[in-house]
């Protein structure tokens, strides 16, 4: 099962792009998790969205092709960061890649509400979309600096266990939406 991964910081030490490296490591075995870099796509224009620059064509392709898609966002003002919706506004158009899409989405943050206000936002923008975000399921991770080593290693068990539910559900529920 192909799984793209989306995850809404672009900075170099952020928690999610290590809670992404986590899943894809922990999770290899279930799911090929591939890292999408949508640092590449340049902001969107409408002007350009029949003939986008062709690192666009190349990244919405990834998706399409995808089983389905996980998204890790921080929370940036209550919301998701315009880097993520940049990235969701392009594959909003023309060719419309994430309709029907299976989405799993987590979050995780060294404050104490685990991005629950971004999440909500987002599972409202993908809705949007016409994407498939598995209902339930929410991965809050709060206080993630000691849920986790330097590495980067979710070590806090009880989050672990839920987040082992979780990626179960999501591969349930991309076989299941599949016949939709
Ligand atoms: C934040 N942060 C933040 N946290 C939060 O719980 N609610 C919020 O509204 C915001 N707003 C916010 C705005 C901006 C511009 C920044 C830079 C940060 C804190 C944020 O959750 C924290 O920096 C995370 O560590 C960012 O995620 P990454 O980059 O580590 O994945």
Redesign the pocket.
Known sequence: MKIVAI???N?K?????KLVAFMKERYQEKVDIEILPIEDLPMYNQDDELTPPQVVTEIKKIVAESDGVLI?T??????I?AFLKNALDWFSRVDKVMIKKPVMVVG??????G?I??QLHLRQILHALGALTLPGNEVLINS?LEKMDAEGNLTHEPTLAFLDTVMENFIDWVEKTKKL
């Open positions: 995850v809404g910081s900075r030490q952020s928690i999610n792009k890790a921080p929370e940036y003002n209550h919301s960061p995780a943050t060294p404050g104490v509400l991005t206000r971004a993630a």
